[in-house]
Every structure is written in structure tokens, then in C-alpha cells.
């Protein structure tokens, strides 16, 4: 009953069969190899567009890059309070950017909305005494397991242009947003006025594999990525991941099964005396808050998931995870300890 | 017939299988996992002492982590002009150590020595308008293929200790060195005076996978490589290359296999008329001048190889270089063909 | 009528007078000249102690150069959500660190207490998924014109030091605080734990002027200066400033005259109707809320400040600064307006 | 008998002056004052063309600040071996551009030729394993005492441009090439192609100022500067210094002073005994060989000047810097111990 984080899952066979697959024989290294030569392509399919694609090792490398490419290092980089780049990734976002600041913002169920950031704007306009506002990140799904609607993206968009921001997305649990909202990656992404996609598949089946998607000019993009270490010698491995991920909708198919072993926790907890859903469930994500003898139960059955706030008022507020490996029998169990 | 680097190769099917191995069930992330767990006692046999060990995923993380460890913001870096910090990591080590300057030194074979150092030394003694003397970064087999004995680190780390330096051994080729000098880890790094060791396996037979090795206190690396994006969530998948590549002696075996190919290529070449052997062979390349003709005819036959520089006299300095899992017909194809 | 701030106004002319003086003749360069050398020992005398003195030429410069010390590239700085390297600097805390993390904080009067860090600190204490606290920053006087004393300074360290965080002092107003608090330098310092000060002049008389005082081991700090450009080389005209701003204890004086006006601008609009005094007066800084229709006359009647927030109700929240110059009719006359 | 810098001497008593003239009344600091105001168009006459001006305090400073807005993180900066920014900024370079590489190349009395750069690119062209090469940054004068004409700097910018770099100019002595070349400031930047300019006052008379000068879009320069701790509050301070140097011609006034007292320091040496001038005279310095027992005997009466390198075959290379302010009579009492 491990429902810690979907980084606690392994890799899906499909996508450890291909890397044997990719094996064979001497190609070139460094991404100019066969595999890594499809992906673009195959990322143009599923976005119904050019794209220019960089594959690399993890949500923290993907996200730090894509915001120093969009981002001065005197930049502001506007983000919700409790998004991975602000709290999950030390100090990543400024390491790479060459010391941007963060501007954390509030926001329901780890959404910002337009009218925050147009809030936030003023203490950044006065000139070069503040940071400039640069980029708007969001993160989709967020943190809590919500996911932006494309309307919701465009006004962001919308929002940030109009002030001279970028729009980056943090794209972790992309498919699981996708397999919930049931649209396509294009009206998720560039169509809804992304600028660029940290496109996540590690959490959702690969081993370590996300790739940075840039709908506009990639820049120097290349030479920040060698640079900082994440141009990976023999590319087939990570590219192979990366293809076996997309194909067949692989991506989407794993992505719905985490969602709805998530929708079917969230649906058990929320008939139990005592315990309260405390974000809707859109992606593979329930916060739930149980009573602390409860918790306590679970955790002595074996259960294991985060306790994101400190016990309050006798209860606790956890996280449960899902992924596209928890055996169904573990939602089961859990239910039926925790009822 | 595939000479062009060692990066060409694929993994070794050992190493492919423990991917496989450890993929079951759920385990904890970000390092707390079994697998790494075991890591750092493999790491602790093999060196004979306690040692602390983080696996990264390529040789220019591990070596710019290891550097910005290492030299201050303000420090200077010596090491050879022609080592791969130098020339093939765009600008990683200053970008990781905040600035820090690489002062470039000459040497025979890819070998720099402690004269060599310490004629450079008086420019940098000038209090603060000069980088500040930090580090010696050895590359241990170098980028031309040959390897330095213990007496002569321990030389060069009397040197750079005396100076207030610390010494960074670029292993890379670490296993090729052993295989070659057949000597222990220990005696070829901190008995000899190595202060962090950048441990390389991806060209020996991983997919993606290094370690840097400290020898003292590791302080805050744990920090700069998750601010660098290079702790990985699922950690396993990056240990367990480790663990498979040291089991039972593979990598020695590997890197023993590889050196000996390279020695069979030099000495077919050697007896081949307007053929001169660059530089000695120790470890896996193989550097070598060829007649113009003789390039043309063996890339017409398929041989990959990089021409090292350009045509000069009538010939051409080539390098070719052997891995693991080189067919030994290649080689005698090669010979045959360049003959 | 000029209360936009304490840096629109001139220098003293016993400072003036210093540069002239200076010039005689010529003298080493970078800080090896007499006048420079004296400055360590005046620092002694009046911090009671051997202290590591840094002249530069901004407030930002020292801040960033000593937060930069005293944290690495990895650290997270605790300070008011409102000090001035939070708002005023752009983002060169971040930038001279190699990105490290501001934390905000709240606090009345910009100052900020044990119990908010000891509040903020577990969101920090995730190992390497979050920013190491390494700093506390205050800033004396605050922003709001308010002053920590002795014992308040020496619990932030406490708490600073237990947590194993260094204290950091913007003493960009110190001297207006030691003349509000009638202590010794030493005890508002030092002796209550603070480890590194930026010491302002600038503000109190000087035409660029401020020094990094260490109270312990400044480490590479002359390399960190030099590496960012602000090693001047004709350092005797940065070193005279601070020379003749500490003799005869014209340093306080100065500051005791600003504050003195302050008080009295104070005194006077608290007595006028609809006015309010927003935080204590303890320094050279008055924020009070006026009625717009009063803003808007002492503008017409050529009055400067600084709104510091929009209206609101009727009101609007300004802020008037004294300067050591400020002429005592400015304050009768703005009052006399304002009534 | 002061040789050994013109950051030796102090300022010109016009400039002094101007301090305090600026020093007069209330007024809006960070830039916005009336001197500063003025000194755009002032440089827009002096260049013959609308500039962007950017006063800072430090000629390191400047050509760090110019650098890092013409170079990417990844970029690579080529320069002489010798010039100031590789050899006397301690790393500024590197930290200001986010680890930018230095190419060193080498080239007669501090110079460098466009074919010296065309021979060092090849090793930038590969792709993103090597830095990407941005800038081509020259000295005038060069620290050798030499000076580039208008046809050697267009040709170096032809070059620098065609291969998609910037030219920059660290002029911290431009006013003695000017008085030595007898060409307008225009002619000896931007209609020879010259991107940004450092443009140097502190060694010619100021106290502590220097300008950079963009003849392209400045981008956000203003932010860096900032970020930097270089944006002086009390700027008028900082403009002054660079207003009095423009007046009246005082700046070329001073130059040719310098210029002419070194060209009789050498022009007498030459007639010495033993002596050896190492390189043209044509700006303010004279690079001389001397026997050691000359050396030895200067410095007992009270010489001060530079070794430039340790003594061999019985001579010394020494460097003689004359400033505006040295005194004739030093020249000639300097000419009798020697003789």
C-alpha cells in the first residue's frame, strides 16, 4: 500500500523493453542517433506542430532550464505558493536562471488566476529596483491534484503576454490532465498560449525521462542543456523511454488508469465518517483529512503516503498518490483499513 | 566498424537486466531506496575505506558538481588544455562553480605535471586581481589515451596540497587506467592523494550512469546536485548500474577487453607502412597518423573515426577508439582495409 | 521640501573637504594606501574590538557581498518581507550568492522575530528539496524607521545560531538607530550576535560610501569584492569618506539631527486632523496616513515624498524622510501646509 | 618618482570641484538628477550620435557589465593573453556573464589580428560541446602601451561580426589612443565597428568613475547594473566626475600629457646604456628592459614602477606608467639615476 508519490513506482515494461530494443549496435552519441531523430517528429504528431524537443533526466533539470531560457537573471518568475519549482526543487529555478526571484502567489487548489498575478504586478513595475516580470509558471496538473481547463491557460496567457511574460508549464503529471479534461495535447499546451512545456514521464512510467518542449524559438536552448550537464552521451537511452512512452497512447492509457484508481480512493474515502476531501480529484492525486487514529491504523497496516500539514484539531491532512502501477487491491485495502 | 568513441556503444546486457531487476514494486525515492543503500558499501569494498558516493548521470555533471565542490567562485582550475573540462563541456565547470577560471596547461600525452603547475602558479599569486589557486583536475586515462602511474598523482597532489589546491581526478576512464596499470582503486586514488573522484561507468558499459567519489567531506554536495537537476527521483535506475558494473569484477573486465582491442589495433597499425602511432596506448584510443588515401579508403568501407586534426603533409592524425563491445573483427576488417 | 528620501540629498562638506584632502600626491592603489589603512584600526576603536573592514560604494553592493559570504549557493536567506534586499535590490542577493533563496517574512515595523523564523524554519528542514537556511537578515533601522534593541538583536541570534544560521545586519540607517538607542556600536552588533554589518553612509552623509564589517572571518571576502568590480582602485577617495564620517563622532551627530527632525515632523502631524502615525518613529523615517486632499496640496505646494501604498478610504499611507541636511523651514513649512 | 600606475594619482582638481558643485540642494537620486541628464547628450556630441551612457565606478566593472549583456552563459570571449579583463579582474568576467569561457590569444605589444581569431574559431565550431563564440574584446590602449587605428579595429570587427560576435572595447585609457591617434571618438568606436565601449575616466584624472557606452540597443544593461550593487544612489556623484572630464577637452587635455611625458621618459631611456624599449610608446606607458643594477639603484632612490616579469640575462622588463598628474621633473630626475 505505497501511495507516497508516483516517483515511488518503477518503469513500465513496455518502456524497459524498449531501451533493450534500443541497444543494438553503434549509432552516434550525443542525440544524433536514430530514436533521438524520430522524436521530434513524434512529438509533432501528438502536437499538431513543429515543436523543437530536448529530452533529459528529470522534472527539476526540465523546469530550471526552460525558465533561464525564458528568464533574464534579473527576471521575476511568477508561481504558486506551494508549486514544485518553489518548494521541491532547493534552488534550482535560480541556479540555472543566474538568480532570478520567484514570486509566489496564492491560489485554490494549487491554481494561480490572472487577477493574482495582475495583483502581484505592480511591486515589480517600479523600475530596476525590483525583479522584471518575465515568465508565469504553472504547473499541471498543480500540486494538489487540480488540473487548468484550456480557457483557464489562455487567460493566463492572455495575462502574461500582455505584460511581457512567457507562459511556462510544468507539465509533471502532463497526461494525467490530458486523460482527465479529455483534450488534446495542442489545446493544453501552445494552442491555450503555452510558450513552452516541461513534458513529464517519469512520474507515469519512465525511468527518468522528461523532455523540454519549446512552441517558439528554442534559443541557445541546446547549450544550456550541455551545459549544465544534461546532454546525455548515449541519447538512444533517454529517447527510447521517451518514444516508447508516446506510442500506441501508452502515455494516456497509464496516465487514465492512475486517475481513476485516485477517483476511486478519493469516492471510498469521502463515504467514511470523519474524513474530508480537501481538493477536488482531477488527477492520480486525493488530499483527504483523517482523523489521527485513523492515520495511525493505516500506517501501522503498512500504508504509506505523506502528511502534508501537521495534525490539527485531531485530524491530519495527507497525500495519497496513485500511479500506473498501484495494484487496485491496495485502494481495497486501504479503504477497508481506513473505514 | 565503429572507432568513434566509446559513447557509440550501447550497455552491456548485465547492466541492461538489473534495470529490469530493479523495477519491482514500490520503493522510496530520490536515494532512499535499497539499491543505493548498497551503493555506498559496494563503493566502501572496492576503495578499501569509507568513501561517500552519488551517482549522477554523465561524466560532465559528476565533473562539474565535483569542481564547484571544490574551488570557490573566485578559484582557478588547473588542468590540461586539452582535457575534456576544457574543451568538451561547452562551460560547465564555470558555470557550476559560479565563475571559476580554468587555467589551461600544456603536457606530453594528455599528462600535465607538478613543473608544469608550478610555473604557472607566480601569475596567480598576485593576492586578488587573479583567480585564486584551487584545484589540480586530473583526467585518469586521459583524452589521449594514456594513464598517470600513483607516483606520479601523488607528485602531482604533493603539488597542488602544498599550494592549498585540492586534487580532481577526471575518471572517465577510470576502470581502462586500473585494467591498464593493474593496480588497485585505491592505490590509483586517495592513497595517492586524489581528494574527489569523478567515478565513469557510461563508457564502460552503462546506459547513463557516473559516481563522484569523495575521499573528505563531502559537505553540501547533496545540495548542489539537486540544484543542478541531477538527483534523480527514481534513484534505483541509476544505482543499480553501479551495482551491476561493479559485480564480479565487470567493469575491470570490460575496460580489460577494450584496452586490449585498442593495443591489437595499434599494433596491426604499427606495421603498416606511412602509419606513426601518436601517443601511447594504454588504455582504449588509439591516435594514430594515417596516410590521406588510407582515411578516405577506410571511411569509403564504413569506418567511423574522428579525424583528431586536419590533414597536415599528406596525413592525417586519426582517433580510434575501442569500448567493451567492440567485435573483434572490426578490428582485424580495419587492419586489413588501412593495410 | 525634499522628503523622498535620505539619499537625494548631498554630502556633508567635512566629507567633501576629505576627498580634497585625499588627494595629495600619489599612493599605492587598491586599498594600500595610508588612508585605508588607518580605517581598520578607527573600526577597532569603535567596535571595541579587531574587526575585517570592507569599504565599497552601494548599500546593495555590501549587502549582497556579505549575504553572499555567509550563504551558499544553495541557502535560503531569512528576512522581512518588506527589507530592502527584498525589494529594493533587484535580485542581487541571488545574483552574488550563485542563487540562493530569499524567505519573507512578516513582522510589525519591518522587523522581524524569533518565532516567525522558528515558524518558517520546517518548511526548510526537508533535507535538499528545499533551500538551507543559512541567514538571518535584519535591517537597522527598519524600513518602517523602527530599531531592534540589544536584546532583540541578541534572540534573533540565538535563534539564528541554533538553527545554524549566520545574522546579518543592514546597518544602511545604523547610525540613526545607535543615536535612537543611545547604546554603543558594539552592543547593537557584536555583542548581540551579529556576525557580519553592512555599514551605511551614504544616507547619513557620504557620496557613496558604505563598508562590510566582519565579526568573524571574512573568509575570501576581498576576492568576492574584486571578482564583482567593487575593489576601486583609487581606494583612498572611498576610504576618506568613512574617515571623516566617523571622526568626532560626526557619524552620530548626523544621525542625531535627522532623527530629531523626524520627531518633530512626527510630533507636528499627529496633531493634525484626519493624519495618523503609522509606525513609531525611531529613526529619520515618518509613514503616516494623510488625507488625499492634504497629499495632494503639499505637492502643489512642491513638497516631495514617497506614496508608499495606493489610497485607500480617503487616505494614502506616505513616507518622509529627514536627512542630516534637511533644513529645519522644510519641516516648519510642510507642517504648516499639511494643517 | 611614481610610476608604478596612473591609478597612482589622484584626481584632477576640476573634477574634485565639480563635486562639489553638484553637491547643492535635493535631488532625485538612482539617475534621475539634472547631471546626469545632461551627460546623455553630452556623450552624444563627444560620439556623434545618440548613445546609451551608463556610469559605474570600476573599470572592472564596466568591461564586466558590457561583457556579460554581449555573452550568454555559454558563450566564449576572445581576448589577448594579457588584456586586463584575463588577467587583473580576479574572475568578474565569468561571474557577470554566468561562466562565460575566456579564449586567450596572443598577438604583439597587447594586441590581437583577425587572423588569430580565425585560427582559434575552428575549436568553437563544434557544435555545443565548446563555448559559442559571442564577443571579440580588445584594449585601447593596450596594457603593452599600444594603440588600435580606426582600419585595425574595423577589420577585427568585420571579422567579430561576420562570425556572429560582438566587438567590445575596454577603453579604460581610450583618451590617451585618442591623443595619441589624433581621430575623433567616433572614428575609434562605432564607424570602426565597435558594439560597446568601456569607456575609462579614473585613470585620467577622475576619482572613481567610467562609462559604458552602447552604440546598440542596451537592452536591459540598466538591470544589471543594478543587480550588480552598481547603480549609485547619490548619482550625480558618479555623473559630475564624468561631466568635468568632458569639459572643455580637459579629458584629451590631460591624455596628451600623460602621452607626452612617457614619450620623453622613453625617448630619453633610449639613449641609455643597456636600455631596451620593449614596445612602442604611444600611449602612457614605457616598457623598458633595464640592467638590474639600474633597477636596483632607481628603486633606492625612491622610483616606484612594476616588474613586469622576473629579471633574466641580467635584465629587468619594467613598466613606467605616467599619468596627467606626474611631475616633469620626476621624468627628468628618473633619466639621471638611469643614466
Same mark, same amino acid.
Given at each position: ?19 533493450? /530494443? ?14 533521438? $531523430? @524520430? ?9 499538431? !506542430? ?10 527539476? %533539470?526540465? #523546469? ?5 531560457? =525564458?528568464?533574464?537573471?534579473?527576471? /521575476? ?14 534552488? %534550482? ?7 532570478? !526571484? ?15 498575478? $495582475?495583483? %502581484?504586478?505592480?511591486?515589480? !513595475? ?24 484550456? &480557457?483557464?491557460? %489562455? ?20 497526461? #494525467? /490532465? ?50 549544465? +550537464? ?5 541519447? !538512444?537511452? =533517454? ?28 469516492? +471510498?474515502?469521502?463515504?467514511?465518517? +470523519? ?8 488527477? #492520480?492525486?486525493?488530499?483527504?483529512? =483523517? ?11 503498512? $500504508?504509506?503516503?505523506? &502528511? ?5 484539531? +485531531?485530524?491530519?491532512?495527507? @497525500? ?12 481495497? @485495502? ?6
Amino acid at each position: 500500500m505505497n501511495f507516497s508519490s508516483d516517483n515511488a513506482t518503477g518503469a513500465s515494461p513496455e518502456i524497459l523493453a524498449a531501451l533493450a /530494443a534500443a541497444n543494438d549496435g553503434a549509432v552516434p552519441s550525443y542525440g544524433d542517433d536514430p530514436v533521438t $531523430a @524520430r522524436l521530434a517528429a513524434r512529438f509533432g504528431e501528438i502536437f499538431e !506542430r513543429e515543436v523543437a524537443v530536448f529530452p533529459v533526466v528529470s522534472g527539476t %533539470a526540465a #523546469n530550471a532550464l526552460a525558465l533561464a531560457t =525564458l528568464c533574464p537573471p534579473h527576471g /521575476a518568475i511568477f508561481c504558486h505558493r506551494e508549486s514544485h519549482i518553489a518548494v521541491d526543487e532547493c534552488t %534550482a529555478p535560480e541556479f540555472f536562471s543566474g538568480g532570478a !526571484r520567484l514570486v509566489l502567489l496564492d491560489g485554490e487548489d494549487g491554481k494561480i488566476a490572472p487577477a493574482t498575478i $495582475a495583483a %502581484a504586478l505592480p511591486d515589480y !513595475r517600479r523600475g530596476i529596483h525590483s525583479a522584471k516580470p518575465s515568465v508565469v509558471s504553472i504547473t499541471q496538473a498543480t500540486e494538489f491534484g487540480a488540473c487548468y481547463k484550456p &480557457d483557464e491557460i %489562455a487567460a493566463l496567457a492572455a495575462c502574461a503576454h500582455a505584460n511581457g511574460m512567457a507562459l511556462h508549464m510544468d507539465g509533471a503529471r502532463f497526461a #494525467n /490532465a490530458l486523460a482527465f479534461l479529455k483534450c488534446s495535447p495542442a489545446e493544453l499546451s501552445w494552442r491555450a498560449g503555452v510558450n513552452v512545456l516541461s513534458f513529464g514521464a517519469t512520474k507515469n512510467g519512465a525511468l527518468m525521462a522528461e523532455a523540454v518542449v519549446f512552441f517558439r524559438e528554442a534559443r541557445d536552448f541546446e547549450y544550456r542543456r550541455k551545459k549544465a +550537464g544534461h546532454l546525455i552521451s548515449k541519447m !538512444r537511452f =533517454l529517447s527510447a523511454q521517451l518514444e516508447a512512452y508516446l506510442e500506441d497512447g501508452r502515455w494516456l492509457k497509464t496516465a487514465a488508469r492512475a486517475n481513476a484508481l485516485a477517483r476511486m480512493l478519493g469516492d +471510498g474515502l469521502s463515504k467514511i465518517a +470523519g474524513a474530508e476531501i480537501a481538493h477536488p480529484i482531477e488527477a #492520480n492525486g486525493v488530499f483527504v483529512r =483523517l482523523p489521527n487514529a485513523t492515520v495511525a491504523r493505516l500506517r501501522q497496516k503498512g $500504508a504509506r503516503f505523506l &502528511d502534508w500539514a501537521p495534525p490539527k484539531d +485531531g485530524r491530519t491532512l495527507v @497525500r495519497l498518490v496513485c500511479s500506473f502501477a498501484t495494484p487496485e487491491e491496495d485502494i481495497e @485495502r486501504f479503504l477497508e483499513v481506513a473505514s
